[in-house]
């Protein structure tokens, strides 16, 4: 099994040399490859990655393309049996990819998967998956009711969206899964 982990970025060196230091200190079980797109940065993110992490591969473009067409650009050259497209902004303490990828393997129904995703201070991220974030949504990840209106109102549509923990910790599936860290 082998992974490819794709990370885009604009002008995130500091979010950036967070993440690969993570993933450093808690590599997936695995061969894997880190794939980074310098989406045209003036920073120097990218160029400090090189010296630091010489085993990342680094691309560059001569302008920003945006962060869909990185991605692309990014999977056109990754060849790894499983893909990871992650945000430079994220981080964690442990192996986070051996366990997603070994639910995979033995369920191949499973055609992406994603971890649950903790903002510090704030809690679970919930428009991380199944609806797409509006003002709505983003106000209720900052308040404390998603839980307790999903005990109200289980059935309502507009609040079925609102997981509560519970629904994460048991491995709760979800319509879609959006592009922070997917597999």
């Known amino acids: 099994m082998s992974l490819d982990i794709l990370i885009p970025v604009y002008n995130g060196k500091n979010h950036l040399l967070r993440l690969l230091n993570a ?10 490859r880190i794939y980074l797109f310098d989406n045209n940065s003036s920073d120097g993110g990218a160029k400090l990655v090189e010296s630091m992490y010489p085993e990342v591969v680094v691309i560059y473009s001569q302008r920003n393309l945006g962060y869909g067409a990185a991605l692309n650009r990014l999977i056109e050259v990754s060849n790894g049996e499983y893909l990871c497209t992650m945000n430079t902004d994220i981080y964690f303490d442990t192996d986070v990819f051996t366990p997603l990828l070994n639910k995979m393997e033995e369920d191949k129904r499973i055609l992406g998967i994603a971890p649950v995703l ?5 809690g679970i991220v919930s428009t991380a998956g199944d609806i797409f974030p509006n003002l709505w949504t983003f106000l209720v990840e900052f308040l404390p009711v998603a839980e307790m209106v999903n ?11 609102l997981k509560p923990y519970s629904f994460y910790k048991k491995g709760g599936y979800v319509n879609h899964i959006e592009g922070s860290f997917v597999l």
């Open 118 to 122: 903790v903002m510090p201070g704030k």
């Open 23 to 32: 993933l450093k200190e808690s590599p997936p079980e695995m061969e894997y």
């Open 151 to 161: 005990r109200v109102l289980p059935g309502f549509r507009l609040w079925s969206s």
